[in-house]
């Protein structure tokens, strides 16, 4: 090797070694600086161990005797002190764990955990902070915070403290109370029950935190239940139920508490033969009656996938929600079954007066094809009695005028039944009858034999209505007075009684009278107690059609040989 190469390699072993020097020198100062870092490390963690021991010192009577928890976190958040209070409360001991205040904060509740947090560490406190914690039980508690650091001497801040107080019961009371309270506005005026039941069902769903809440409806008559309002997937625009589940009293859980109406919770489903699997199965549920007047009119049943989710708290809230809202669904269940019945009312009102419409036409067409052939037989009749009149004897001829009354009480039977069947229930109103005027006129038309006086007592009303049907109702029941009164001095007398809503007509006789046992009957069509030849047993049938369609009533009282009196009223 020449000197050359030996030159160079010299210089570079040179370098090697300075190189070696300065990095030895670095590596002190580092290691120095790290242990004078260490040293000020330990002495702030000193100071922080004497003042908490300081802060815990002055403050020991005071924590021993809260009642609310008080907790010391480090600057990272790390735990650091709690009292017997927040040791129960969190369920943590800090002897045998460490613990960070992130573990503790509710999930959803995080990004409002941390913004109070940069809060705290800006301005040196934050004040009623309210939030969701986990416990180590994985329970969730409502809780009210109040927080302020810690500083060192160099006013550094090198912990925090808390006072932490539990607000979970207070907080569900509350919540409880604006849930109820909103479930009642919203039902307020409400008179469908598919709406009523709706926002039962969302309100109690949310409570629950489940996304399962049927509202079902009791079909008494049916003896079924119904399901009329669905918070879950089975619900679809317009709160309607897709593929409605109809359950039996008696059968499945739902059956069972609508039958005993007393609230059950069952803590998993697939253990309970009486479970009814609907869209899918869920292993927790909670169904509550509603009841009125102590009968079950609708059933709440919430479901949750998890076991064991429902606790009695929850079933004395819904018991509370379905005594408050049972009055508003018993009154939309009675809207709605009345304007059922005014619906089906409807139909046979409308089918009833297309009937009454062929009724009357047809009696027409019959009076007129019954009357037509006993009209040519009685002329046929005629003609035979004339042209033969010398050679029939006395008993022939009696025989002929036989059959001419016979003829004639069957062609009067036809006009009775024709004037029956033309009485609607179409009451005209915008007729001004004189009653007192009718009645005088109905006795110059009337036969009055000398021995019946007809004395009109008070004054008749003037009322509106139908005057053809007014002078029926009176002609009928004075023609039947007259026809039935065998005394020598027979008297009829009309009279009137006038009361708040209606007028009180009475017709009283001295005739024959009636038996008691017959006081019902003869209102009856075709019912005539005395065989009469111009007597067809139709007109108390009339008169009693007359009254019911002026909405009144009529009635008689009678004494066999002493006389009648026929009541009845018209309303005002």
């Known amino acids: 090797m020449n000197q050359d190469k ?63 928890s008080y907790v010391v976190i480090d600057i990272d958040g790390n735990v650091m002190k709690m009292n017997d209070v927040a040791e129960n409360f969190f369920g943590y001991d800090l002897n045998l764990e460490k613990v ?3 573990n503790l904060i509710y999930n959803e509740d995080y990004s409002y955990a941390m913004k109070s947090f940069s809060e705290l560490m800006e301005s040196g406190k934050f004040t009623d902070y309210t939030a969701r914690i986990i416990t180590k039980n994985k329970e969730i508690k409502w809780v009210h915070i109040n927080a302020s650091l810690i500083y060192d001497s160099l006013k550094k801040p090198i912990a925090a ?12 009371k509350r919540l409880i109370f604006d849930m109820i309270n909103n479930i009642m506005k919203s039902i307020l005026g409400k008179e469908n029950i598919y709406d009523i039941a709706w926002e039962i069902s969302s309100s109690i769903a949310n409570y629950l935190s489940t996304d399962d809440c049927v509202i079902y409806l009791v079909d008494n008559k049916a003896k079924t239940l119904e399901q009329i309002a669905a918070y879950n997937k089975k619900a679809i625009q317009g709160k309607q139920v897709l593929n409605k589940v109809v359950i039996p009293f008696g059968k499945g859980i739902v059956g069972n508490v609508a039958k005993k109406g007393t609230s059950e919770i069952v803590i998993n489903t697939s ?15 909670i169904t509550v009656p509603i009841m009125n007047e102590g009968k079950v009119i609708a059933v709440i049943d919430a479901e949750h996938k998890n076991k064991n989710y429902f606790i009695q708290e929850h079933i004395n809230t819904i018991e509370n929600i379905a005594s408050l809202v049972s009055l508003q669904l018993k009154s939309a269940i009675n809207i709605r079954e009345r304007n059922k019945t005014e619906s089906i009312n409807k139909e046979l009102l409308r089918k009833l007066e297309k009937s009454n419409e062929e009724l009357h036409e047809y009696a027409h067409i019959v009076s007129h094809d019954l009357k037509s052939p006993l009209r040519s037989l009685a002329a046929l009749t005629s003609w035979v009695k004339t042209d033969n009149i010398d050679a029939f004897d006395a008993a022939s001829l009696q025989n002929f005028e036989d059959i001419d009354i016979t003829l004639e009480t069957m062609e009067n039977l036809i006009s009775d039944i024709l004037k029956y069947s033309s009485l609607d229930a179409v009451v005209s109103e915008d007729e001004v009858v004189e009653l007192d005027l009718l009645i005088k006129n109905l006795i110059h038309v009337l036969y009055v034999p000398d021995t019946i006086s007809i004395n009109i007592l008070n004054k008749l009303p003037t009322v509106k209505g139908d ?85 009144g009533e009529v009635w008689l009282e009678s004494e066999i040989n002493k006389g009648t009196t026929f009541y009845f009223t018209i309303k005002k």
């Open 6 to 68: 030996v030159d160079i390699l010299e210089r570079a072993l040179e370098r090697q070694k300075k190189a070696r020097k300065q990095a030895e020198e670095i590596l002190e100062q580092k290691s120095l600086a790290l242990f004078y870092a260490s040293q000020e490390l330990n002495k702030a963690n000193i100071k922080l161990a004497s003042l908490l021991d300081e802060k815990t010192s002055q403050l020991k009577g005071v924590f021993e005797n809260i009642n609310d």
């Open 161 to 172: 403290q808390g006072i932490i107080r539990d607000i979970t019961v207070e907080r569900e």
């Open 100 to 102: 960070n205040v992130v």
């Open 271 to 285: 253990e309970d033969v009486r479970y009814i699997l609907d869209d899918e199965r869920r292993l927790s549920e």
């Open 467 to 551: 005057k053809t049907k007014f002078q029926q109702l009176f002609q009928n029941l004075i023609g039947n007075a007259i026809k039935f009164n065998n005394k020598e001095n027979g008297f009829i007398d009309i009279d009137v009684e006038s009361y708040n809503s209606f007028y009180k007509f009475s017709i009283k006789d001295n005739g024959i009278g009636i038996q008691k046992r017959h006081f019902d009957s003869i209102f009856k069509i075709f019912q005539s107690l005395k065989k009469e030849k111009n007597s067809s047993g139709i007109g108390l049938s009339i008169v009693k059609k007359i009254v019911d369609i002026y909405k």
